[in-house]
C-alpha cells in the first residue's frame, strides 16, 4: 500500500498541521435579548442558559464576552408596547436604540449590530406591515429603511435585515446614505427559510405570529437554486455580508452561496439549534461540548465566513484550548 491515509491522523500535533478547516474568534457573533425594566435578567425557558437583559444589566453580559474574546453583538429588542406598524422598532427612545446607546457607552471597541425586522414590535407579529392578511412589501421597505437608520443613529456598527422583503436592501442602502452613513454594512438576512427551528426564538421574543405563517415572504426549504437568486439580487442591491439560516440543516445552501458570490458569508445556528443541543445534553443523550465543536466546525468548514451563535462564549473557549480551530 502506497497510500495510507491514517498517516497524517497518528498524532495530535499532525492532525492539527493539516487540518483544512481554520477559524478565529474574531468572526464569532453572539445575539442578545434586551428588554425593557430594571435589573432583569430573565431566563429563557426554550433556551437554558441564555437570558433576556434589561438595558442596566446587558453590560455585565456584554463583559463578560469581551473577557471571553467574543467582541461582536447582535442586539433584539423585546419592547413593552407593539402596535400594527411596530412603532416600537424605530422609536428614538425603543428598547434596541437604548441598549445600542449604552452599549457604545460602556463597551466603545464592541462591534454591534442591529437585527432589523418588525415582528418583535409588532402586534399581529409578522415581520411587515399587514394589507389585509398579506404583509405589504413595498409599504414594508420605508419602515424596515427608517429602523435601520434609528439603529444606525443610537449607535449601531451594522444592520441586519431580517424581514425577506424584497428590494429590503436597497432601500436601507438609500436611506443611510442619504443620511451620510455611508460605510455603514448591511449583512443581509439573504436566505432565510421558513423554519421550526426559529421556535425558541419567537418564545424568547414574544414574536409568533397572531395567524398564519411567515411562508409568503421566507424561503421554502425545498429550494436550493431560490436561494442563489436571494444571494445574488442582494448583493446587486448593494449587501455587504449575505446569511444564510438556519445553519444545520442548511450546510449545503452555505457552500453553495459561498461559491456563487464574493463577499462574505455568515451563517446563523438559530435557536432551535441552541435548544436541541441543550435538551439532547440535559437528558444525557449527548456530550454537549463535543457536539458543539463538531457543529462549529461543520458550519465552518461548509464555507462561513461569520459565525452567529447562542454558543459564541463557549466556542470561544474552545478555540483558545486549541480544541478547534
Ligand atoms: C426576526 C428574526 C427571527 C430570528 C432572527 N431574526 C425570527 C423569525 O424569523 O421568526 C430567528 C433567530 C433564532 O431562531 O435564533 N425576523
Keep these: 500500500m502506497k497510500n495510507r491515509p491514517r498517516r497524517l491522523r497518528t498524532g495530535a500535533t499532525l492532525r492539527k498541521m493539516v487540518r483544512e478547516t481554520r477559524m478565529d474568534k474574531s468572526s464569532l457573533i453572539y445575539p442578545l435579548f434586551v428588554r425593557e425594566g430594571n435589573g432583569v435578567e430573565e431566563e429563557i425557558g426554550t433556551m437554558p442558559g441564555q437570558f433576556r437583559y434589561s438595558v442596566d444589566r446587558m453590560p455585565y453580559k456584554l463583559e463578560a464576552l469581551v473577557k471571553a474574546g467574543v467582541s461582536k453583538v447582535m442586539f433584539f429588542g423585546i419592547p413593552d408596547h407593539k402596535d400594527a406598524c411596530g412603532s416600537g422598532a424605530y422609536a428614538q427612545d425603543g428598547i434596541v436604540q437604548k441598549a445600542f446607546q449604552k452599549a457604545k457607552e460602556t463597551f466603545p471597541d464592541m462591534y454591534l449590530i442591529g437585527d432589523v425586522c418588525m415582528c418583535e414590535y409588532t402586534s399581529h407579529g409578522h415581520c411587515g406591515i399587514l394589507r389585509g392578511d398579506y404583509v405589504d412589501n413595498d409599504k ?109 440543516s442548511y450546510l449545503d445552501v452555505i457552500s453553495q452561496v459561498k461559491e456563487a458570490t464574493n463577499v462574505p458569508v455568515a451563517a446563523y445556528g438559530v435557536s432551535g439549534e441552541y435548544a436541541m443541543v ?48
Design 278 to 325: 441543550k435538551a439532547g445534553a440535559a437528558l444525557g443523550y449527548i456530550d454537549e461540548d463535543a457536539i458543539v465543536c463538531e457543529m462549529a466546525t461543520s458550519v465552518y468548514r461548509a464555507g462561513a465566513d461569520i459565525f452567529l451563535t447562542y454558543f459564541a462564549e463557549k466556542i470561544a473557549g474552545f478555540m483558545d484550548e486549541g480544541r478547534i480551530g
Design 140 to 248: 414594508t421597505l420605508e419602515y424596515l429603511a427608517k429602523i435601520a437608520l434609528s439603529q444606525v443613529q443610537a449607535g449601531a456598527d451594522m444592520v441586519a435585515p431580517s424581514d425577506m422583503m424584497d428590494g429590503r436592501i436597497q432601500a436601507i442602502r438609500s436611506l443611510l446614505d442619504e443620511n451620510g452613513y455611508l460605510e455603514t454594512p448591511i449583512m443581509s438576512y439573504a436566505v432565510k427559510y421558513a423554519s421550526a427551528f426559529y421556535g425558541p426564538f419567537r418564545d424568547a421574543a414574544g414574536s409568533a405570529p397572531a395567524f398564519g405563517d411567515r411562508k409568503s415572504y421566507q424561503m421554502d426549504y425545498h429550494n436550493r437554486r431560490e436561494a442563489l437568486k436571494e444571494a445574488l439580487l442582494d448583493v446587486e442591491e448593494g449587501a455587504d455580508i449575505l446569511m444564510v439560516k438556519p445553519a444545520l
